[in-house]
């Protein structure tokens, strides 16, 4: 079992590339979402999928899109990468998001830096 | 809206001591409170959750947290630690009255288990 497969896993940009961020789940999950990490703030939601076919903005979506591909993917795109977008990002799954008493299962996540 | 508090940016334990990773947490109505575990380069982990029933759950690896009601607060523990353990902890909270809220993750705490 891949479980979440995120791609790549390091990325070095420079101010105001664009790139995406991909991101493949093989667990049926209806529920997907996309976090970034910085130290000492813990993960903050971006962007989320309840199903396929719908998004919605979480915490801090500004400078981001995402698109909900198919039932596995969800994917997350920087226009014009910005240093402040330089982070950890995580992309996870849950089988039915709102009714969760389900956790999240995570990738291993995709290292960004903006210069 | 929910908030999580883990007041330790670090906790340091020898290894065979007990291990205490405190999390408390604001939130409207009933918690559903999560711990995840990340290991250096990796994605989260599930450790253990309380949804309802027993206030006392457990978890991998011998992992073990106790939900107290009137303290809002949900303490992650092990009774004997192991250098293995070293890893960010966090702890993540949302209402179970909310069908579609996402999970609220605190800042995380980073656990050194010294031989």
């Known amino acids: 079992n891949a479980g979440v497969t995120q791609t790549p896993k390091f990325q070095v940009l420079k101010t105001g590339q664009s790139m995406t961020l991909q991101c493949a789940q093989d667990?049926?999950?209806?529920?997907m979402y996309w976090y970034r990490q910085d130290p000492g703030m813990g993960l903050r939601l971006i962007y989320y999928?309840?199903?396929?076919?719908?998004?919605d903005k979480g915490e801090v979506p500004n400078g981001y899109n995402v698109s909900r591909l198919n039932k596995r993917e969800f994917s997350l795109r920087l226009e014009s990468a910005a240093p402040s977008q330089t982070s950890v990002y995580f992309c996870?799954?849950?089988?039915?998001?709102?009714?969760?008493?389900?956790?999240?299962?995570f990738g291993s996540g995709t290292r960004l830096t903006v210069v | 809206a929910q908030s999580v508090a883990q007041p330790e940016d670090q906790v340091n334990v020898a290894e065979g001591n007990p291990l205490t990773v405190k999390c408390t947490y604001s939130v409207s109505g009933n918690p559903y409170l999560f711990w995840y575990v990340q290991y250096p380069n990796r994605g989260l982990q599930f450790l253990l959750k309380y949804i309802t029933g027993d206030n006392l759950v457990k978890g991998s690896y011998g992992f073990e947290a106790e939900f107290n009601k009137s303290q809002t607060s949900f303490h992650l523990k092990k009774p004997s630690a192991l250098v293995s353990d070293s890893a960010l902890y966090f702890c993540a909270v949302r209402p179970s009255t909310d069908s579609w809220g996402k999970f609220q993750f605190g800042a995380g705490t980073q656990v050194v288990v010294t031989p």
């Open positions: 996870a799954s849950s089988p039915l998001g709102g009714l969760a008493n389900y956790g999240y299962t």
């Open positions: 999928s309840a199903s396929e076919g719908t998004t």
């Open positions: 667990m049926n999950h209806n529920s």
